[in-house]
């Protein structure tokens, strides 16, 4: 896990958020999520330097249509945004799950 997913796994374990159950590492047909709510079928993606690039961006958009084809909604955050914002990223999952 890189240092952002840690910490957000640290609100995420053991059903803290909303009661919901997480799993870190999700695989779906070829792609693995960072974190993934069976319950509320919500991907929660987190991007570091790598998702900067052009190439990297059209992979992230392709991914998320398949997902969202298989009715998977995608959220993404900046690994940074977790760390200096935490409680903003952890409303905006709240709002995610409490939608199904």
């Not at 240092?3 to 693995?32: D, M, N």
């Not at 509320?40 to 392709?62: C, F, R, T, V």
């Not at 398949?66 to 409680?87: C, M, S, W, Y």
Request: proline residues 3%.
């Amino acid at each position: 896990m890189t240092p952002a997913e840690a910490r957000l796994w640290t609100y995420l374990k053991g059903k803290q958020l909303e009661g919901r159950k997480f799993r870190r590492q999700h695989s779906v047909s070829q792609y693995i999520l960072d974190f993934y709510c069976p319950a509320s079928k919500l991907a929660i993606e987190l991007d570091g330097q790598a998702h900067n690039s052009a190439m990297a961006a059209e992979y992230d958009h392709e991914r998320t249509l398949f997902l969202q084809a298989t009715g998977i909604q995608v959220i993404r955050f900046e690994n940074k945004t977790v760390f200096d914002h935490p409680e903003w990223v952890l409303e905006q999952i709240r709002t995610a799950v409490n939608k199904s």
